[in-house]
């Protein structure tokens, strides 16, 4: 199949849609398809090394997304349709459709073609924590509009999942995320990452993502004030600075990629994931395949991964006494934290990309499928919490 991938963003943007649409399109070219994604251009500082990569890569305008500069966003226009007619497009993947995925999947129906919008942003939570005119109903009703104009919707946990069945998005499936557990592994931890990090034997208490107001990294504030602890900050983002004020103990490494990351990883002791609005959380299913327990909200993807008492504890979004307190027995507990990462990786070992790569491509041969019979959507099965992929 020739698979058009429309997404919002992509490398060098650091984000979990930029890594997802990534390794869907590694996974497409390993399966004999034929991918090609559309995406803004990056900003004229940012490296754009996509002229290596053994698909194609078709560049739009963009313009600087208001409070976040770092990201771009996509200007639709005539050249989106033009590329898809040029690739010879079969199936629209839409990744975190909102204005680039607007434009694709309006000209995926003018063109007849069959669209898969994946669900990866909560546009609407954004628009409140960044005081954006958007108001969460409206953005909810644009939301709506695009997802329901899709063949179906794929989303990436239970949680986010019902959310989306009561605004009224309907033809929802759960399609989850893979990991790559070569990567990410204990056996990566490293002694002398550990003696750089914790020179005097502190308990190291890792957060891996964007620094920006949703992520709630504030939130570690008072574990990193916790004796025998040392809070570890993996990554960028426009909150940097206030967050090196709130967190002046902490270490802050900036961004980290490929075996850097995973090293990284391997060697902290906990992770904890701060963030209330997350759809999934890819990082925290990285640090259970690297072995750690983890901390995090009792709130969208991470209700999937994280399992109380097992692999790690839940605690209230935004709740920081709540986060001190967890990563305080877990730093008291060497054997309780060994117990709950020896689970988190057992519990990640089967969700590999192929796994999740070939699961995507079944949908993919499922809309274009009822395309080819109905040339329209059929009505499709209210998302259930047990309900199957097709």
Known sequence: MRIAIVTESFPPDVNGVAHSVVRVAEHLVRRGHQPMVIAPQPSSGARDATAALPYPVVRLPSVPMPGYPQLRIGLPGRELTAALRAHGTDVVHLASPFVLGARGVAAARSMGLPSV????????????AYRVRMTEATAWRWLRWVHNSAARTLAPSTATATALHEHGIERVWLWQRGVDSVRFHPDHRSAALRRAFAPDGEVLVGYVGRLAVEKRVDLLAGASGLPGVRVV??????????????LPDALFLGPRHG???ARIYASLDVFAHTGPYETFGQAVQEAMASGLPVVAPAAGGPLDLVEPGRTGHLVPPDDGPGFTEAIAGLAADPDRRTAYGRAGLAAVGGRTWTAIGDELIGHYTAVLAD???TGLPRPGRLFRPRQAAA
């Open 371 to 373: 395309a080819r019979t």
């Open 259 to 261: 075996r850097q990351l």
């Open 117 to 128: 919008a994946v669900y990866q942003t909560d546009i609407a939570a954004y628009a409140r």
């Open 233 to 246: 900050v993996v990554g960028d983002g426009p909150a940097a600075v206030p967050l090196r004020r709130c």
